[in-house]
């Protein structure tokens, strides 16, 4: 790629940030705000404030367990972090927690009754959802079809439930499409087998603005904002569609259906009214095929008539949990086996190939860094750039704390990825905000709440890395395991602690495991502090 072509990416890409800032508001600080998932409408942050490297007993400024478990990000604004968590059997209680980000103490938390009552189990989606917050409120919505509003302070300002209002929720997985925010609206997708649909909740009173009905189907996917040209629509790829909504009265504009397998990422923005959109083969592989063909870079062009979706290039690579991204004119991808692919972001070129860990957060691109927050507590970071360049190997947490309970079929999750090949380090663990270090550890052990109907992931097909990375492990056995195998398989990859979300902003990158946050921070003592008072 020349110089030329990355200017005019790093500058659409700006542009983007700047309308997605515009639309919830820019009365924070440049610098003190992740309002959404994936840090939609974030601010820039320095680089060089988020450390390199850290490991159990290097730079975790601190560790805060929260009142329940959960699979959503933080969401931060003005020194304040806010974070969802559900407790109980059957999701019985709904929480919003907002933590000091200098410390992680808890400043306070609101609960409501979980309005539909679902089992909590590895299996299904738990507080999977990620909220928004603004300038003066945070909006939460969680799979039992609760929605809250909060003031920064956590006193109410509107509650309602959506499956009181539109009916239950009809799946067997749950709900973790996470939320968007418009200058005067929250934005919710509810994509399950039963009728499904697309609204718009007034910001001030939590009424409905608008509701756009969808077809049924099962997803966990998440909308986007996508600018294309002065505004911008809410792109939803789910499940054998990719369709364009306009924000302000949730008119369809366009719909693309040529895909398959998309049902849980998200299709993330890259400038110019293009958009990444990825599928994955499914639990059993039943849908390889139709995913083979569905990751690819999309373009939404004005017409005469109203939209044209159009396709720009495709790749046959697969991901996971973790939507692909870019970031400095590359595009990176994650399959299953924890492979990181490169391609050129113009032109779909693969560039490398690198080895990780299978990732469920979506990667990070921070100045000339990019961080795949590798499932198991393994972060990766590689140099931005056109060569793959390791820069370090970051363990999160101790297994031998929070990550080596055994778990039924004689399992455990001692630190290791899905295939057993990268141990992590040991080593103390840090002290949570406001406890001393020998708090309670996460426990790797399912709720009580066994599913009675879900069925965990067989072992899945791998995609071969080229030659150019380093091979992914081969799945041992042949044939397909007993169901007995498969429940005690499916235990172990879902079983917490997993980094299942990210918020970054200047000087703190926060990691959301099941039940805790940690917050990541360089605790180097700079020279002011280290130089010997007169």
């Known amino acids: 790629m020349n110089r030329k072509s990355l200017l005019r ?60 478990r959960g699979q959503s990000s933080p969401v931060i604004w003005g020194g304040r972090v806010f974070v969802t968590a559900i407790d109980g059997s059957m999701k019985d209680k709904c929480f919003v927690t907002a933590l000091d980000l200098a410390d992680g103490h808890e400043l306070w938390r609101h609960s409501v009754d979980g309005s539909q009552k679902v089992r909590s189990n590895y299996f299904q989606s738990r507080s999977a959802p990620t909220p928004v917050v603004d300038g003066e409120r945070v909006y939460a919505f969680f799979e039992t079809g609760n929605f809250v509003a909060l003031t920064h ?164 690579t697969m991901p996971s949990f973790a939507s692909p991204m870019v970031h400095q004119g590359h595009a990176y991808w994650v399959n299953r086996a924890g492979v990181i692919f490169a391609f050129n972001a113009e032109t779909g070129q693969q560039i490398f190939t690198q080895r990780a860990q299978l990732c469920w957060q979506t990667p990070i691109g921070i100045g000339d860094r990019v961080y795949f927050f590798g499932k198991d507590g393994i972060t990766t970071v590689i140099a931005a750039g056109a060569e793959a360049k390791v820069l370090a190997e970051n363990t999160l947490w101790d297994p031998e704390v929070m990550g080596t309970a055994t778990l039924p079929g004689g399992g455990s999750r001692g630190g290791r990825d899905s295939h057993g090949e990268h141990s992590e380090e040991r080593g103390t663990r840090p002290a949570e905000a406001g406890k001393p270090a020998t708090g309670k550890p996460e426990s790797a ?90």
Not at 263 to 280: D, H, K
């Open 153 to 316: 302070d956590g006193k109410p300002v509107w509650s309602r439930s959506l499956t009181k209002d539109f009916g239950e929720f009809e799946t067997n997985i749950g709900l973790a499409g996470s939320l968007l925010q418009t200058a005067d609206s929250v934005i919710v997708l509810a994509d399950h087998e039963g009728p499904s649909y697309l609204a718009a909740l007034d910001k001030s009173t939590g009424e409905t603005r608008w509701k756009t009905d969808r077809d049924s189907r099962k997803s966990y996917a998440s909308p986007s904002l996508v600018p294309v040209g002065d505004a911008s629509q809410i792109v939803v790829s789910s499940d054998g569609t990719v369709d364009g909504y306009d924000p302000a009265t949730g008119k369809l504009l366009w719909s693309f259906e040529d895909v398959g397998g998309n049902t849980s990422t998200t299709p993330l923005p890259i400038g110019n009214g293009r958009f990444l959109v990825s599928a994955a083969p499914g639990m059993h592989g039943e849908r390889e095929t139709a995913a083979r063909k569905s990751n690819l870079v999309m373009q939404i062009e004005k017409t005469a008539d109203g939209f044209q979706p159009k396709i720009l290039w495709q790749t046959e």
């Open 445 to 534: 052990k399912p709720d009580a709440a066994k599913p009675s109907s879900v069925k965990p992931d067989s072992a899945a097909k791998k995609e071969a890395a080229p030659a150019t990375g380093r091979p992914a492990a081969a799945e041992g056995g042949a044939g397909r395991p007993s169901e007995a195998e498969m429940r005690a398989k499916g235990e172990n990859r879902f079983a917490d602690p997993v980094q299942y979300g990210v918020a970054i902003v200047n000087g703190s990158l926060l990691i959301r495991t099941g039940e805790y946050v940690f917050c990541v921070r360089d605790q180097q003592p700079t020279a002011a502090a280290t130089t010997a008072k007169p």
């Open 9 to 68: 990416i790093l500058l659409i890409n700006t542009s983007a940030i700047l309308l997605a800032a515009a639309l919830i508001g820019a009365d924070s600080k440049p610098s003190d705000k992740w309002p959404g998932f994936l840090g939609a409408g974030a601010s820039q942050v320095d680089p060089q404030s988020i450390p390199l490297k850290w490991s159990p007993t290097e730079n975790i400024a601190w560790k805060t367990k929260l009142p329940g």
